[in-house]
């Protein structure tokens, strides 16, 4: 199956500072990553939608000047968790779909999912 | 509104078969997507269905009704490893993926 890269997968930061989280495809190009979030015991919630070389659609409720997203290329796409507070501490999760050009439509259509992010802010 | 519900528990024997069920609402449909999530870790897929019917893949099975906005998952000949959370999710015909709260399995020797 595809992979999806995850950096860090652990964060312990500051309340105030920012922090950034990367996500890259590394064996196929993905036209649209998603960023999640999931909380102790709970599904994942979708923040946003990052389309290579357009601005992120985010999801209601969701600060789109506290959770910053590039999608610079093909292969790689940041969250930052600016001015971070104990209430941003969750599991974050990017995925990757590939879209057109995959080897089928389940590949095209499928959502591959880094292997998350656990951030703690003190 | 778009909603998925599952089960949030089901507990089996190792070596028996499991089926977790899934029914789903959405504004507009694109497939029906299971993942399986251990503790800690992120989902991995297990299985995409978009036509009605059954899709075997080893241990595991998938089956949708798109009539009846219900899907569920099989799971046979059960191992210990099995005993994870279970994401039902919903593409939209935004192409966005809507989870379901999971579903727990617990597999006793």
């Known amino acids: 199956g595809a992979v999806v890269s995850q950096h860090p997968s652990w964060v312990i930061c500051k309340s105030g500072t920012s922090v950034k989280i990367e996500c890259r495809s590394l064996d196929f190009q993905a036209t649209t990553m998603f960023w999640y979030r999931q909380f102790p015991k709970q599904s994942l919630m979708l923040m946003a939608t990052?389309?290579?070389?357009?601005?992120?659609?985010?999801e209601q409720g969701v600060e789109k000047d506290k959770f910053l997203i590039n999608h610079a290329s093909l292969t790689l796409s940041t969250l930052t968790v600016t001015s971070a507070h104990p209430e941003d501490s969750s599991f974050y999760i990017c995925?990757?779909?590939?879209?057109?050009?995959?080897?089928?439509?389940?590949?095209?259509?499928?959502?591959?999912f880094g292997p998350g992010t656990r951030l703690l802010v003190l | 509104g778009q909603s998925l519900e599952q089960p949030s528990e089901v507990t089996a024997v190792e070596g028996a078969i499991v089926q977790i069920n899934c029914t789903y609402q959405?504004?507009?449909?694109?497939?029906l997507f299971w993942y399986q999530q251990h503790a800690g870790e992120a989902p991995t897929f297990l299985s995409y269905?978009?036509?009605?019917g059954l899709e075997e893949k080893g241990r595991f099975s998938s089956f949708l009704s798109r009539s009846k906005g219900y899907s569920y998952l099989l799971l046979k000949e059960l191992q210990m490893k099995d005993s994870a959370s279970y994401l039902c999710?919903?593409?939209?015909?935004?192409?966005?993926?809507?989870f379901g709260s999971g579903t727990r399995l617990l597999v006793r020797p």
């Open positions: 995925s990757a779909r590939g879209g057109a050009g995959g080897r089928s439509y389940v590949t095209q259509e499928t959502q591959y």
């Open positions: 269905n978009v036509l009605d």
């Open positions: 999710a919903a593409m939209d015909s935004s192409y966005k993926l809507i």
């Open positions: 990052s389309n290579e070389g357009s601005k992120a659609t985010y």
């Open positions: 959405t504004s507009g449909f694109n497939g």
